[in-house]
């Protein structure tokens, strides 16, 4: 059977854990859809938010009398891939189980090799965790000696190192568990980031891997026939949010480079997507790449709206 590889946004997933199971049910709906088109669903999704709370919360109450004690930052990120991994496969199960389809779904804890060199340990650029005013950023940033950036317009917020990935450790088990059926959850938050030592032994970093890119990365090694980016829009825009924004029906590896060239993908939210499309199409034979709304999924697939990235159109 075709593979398909999501990866999900923010938007999928919510803030809270109330809101996060209420909006998964939805994204579960989405997934057993795709499911049913009759291909292999491997899910990825994001935990900026998420990563950013767990690790907030257990330094709280770490430094707050509570005698419990400090998380390592790639604890959190394990943490984080159980908490959204554990609402998306039991909604993905609630509604197998409402349209009487007889399917599999798990989450691997997946960890995903970064190379200690890698320039992004000094130059911190992912956003984790909720939103901050300037004077509250620079009283935390004196204290913690964390990063800040202004968010988008929307506040700052802390960053840390978002290396590359290089390898997915638990690749074969995942291929193992695809092949015989499952909807499989993995690279969670892009995986949790781990060096290789010389004797081969693995070590967590404190780093948060861009879903993007690694979603792309498990399309690739997977060979799968698809990587569908789902987020808040239904397409991809050249001069986004401008009077004469036009929406991209379907663009190839030129055009995307073209467009790439001419900024008018936003950083760090639209422009690593469409890197990650065209970093996928690019290394495989026939892969397509796909980026719209969660809501409009089975229509995109249908060709119906989303913007495909292909090698020829
Ligand atoms: N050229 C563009 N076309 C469409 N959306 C864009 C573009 N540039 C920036 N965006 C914004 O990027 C957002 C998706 O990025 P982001 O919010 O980081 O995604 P997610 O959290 O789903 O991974 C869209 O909701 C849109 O507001
Ligand atoms: N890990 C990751 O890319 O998370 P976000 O999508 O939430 O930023």
Redesign the pocket.
């Known amino acids: 059977m075709k593979r398909l590889v999501i990866a999900l946004?923010?938007?999928?997933l919510g803030n809270n854990p109330e809101e996060q199971l209420k909006l998964v049910k939805q994204t579960a709906k989405t997934i057993v859809d795709l499911s049913e088109e009759g291909y292999n669903v491997i899910v990825g999704h994001?935990n900026g938010p998420q990563v950013g709370m767990i690790n907030l919360a257990m330094d709280f109450a770490a430094n707050n009398g509570a005698n419990t004690p400090s998380m390592p930052f790639a604890e959190c990120g394990s943490m984080s891939q159980g908490y959204i991994g554990y609402h998306l496969q039991q909604s993905i199960k609630n509604e197998l189980n409402a349209r009487k389809l007889n399917k599999n779904v798990a989450t691997i804890v997946t960890q995903v090799v970064v190379d200690e060199k890698d320039e992004a340990f000094k130059n911190l650029t992912k956003p984790v965790g909720m939103f901050y005013t300037k004077d509250e950023a620079d009283k935390i940033a004196a204290e913690k000696a964390f990063t800040f950036v202004e968010d988008s317009g929307r506040g700052y917020r802390r960053v840390v190192a978002s290396p590359q990935p290089q390898k997915i450790v638990e690749l074969e088990t995942v291929k193992q568990l695809v092949d015989n059926g499952s909807i499989v959850i993995t690279i969670g938050g892009g995986g949790i980031p781990v060096i290789e030592k010389q004797d081969g032994s693995l070590e967590g970093v404190a780093a948060v891997i861009d879903?993007?890119k690694s979603s792309a990365k498990l399309a690739k090694d997977l060979d799968a026939e698809m990587l569908v980016i789902?987020?808040?829009?239904d397409?991809?825009?050249?001069n986004?949010n401008k009077p004469n924004q036009e929406e991209l029906a379907s663009i190839n590896l030129e055009e995307a480079a073209k467009y790439i060239a001419e900024e008018?993908?936003?950083k760090?939210?639209?422009l690593p997507?469409v890197e990650a499309c065209v970093d996928f199409v690019a290394s495989s034979t026939n892969g397509k790449a796909l980026i719209t709304s969660l809501e409009k999924a089975k229509e995109a697939l249908h060709g119906k709206t989303g913007t495909i990235i292909c090698k020829d159109r």
Do not use: W, Y
């Open positions: 946004g923010g938007n999928a994001g879903k993007d789902l987020t808040a829009v397409r991809v825009c050249i986004f008018h993908f936003a760090g939210s639209m997507k």
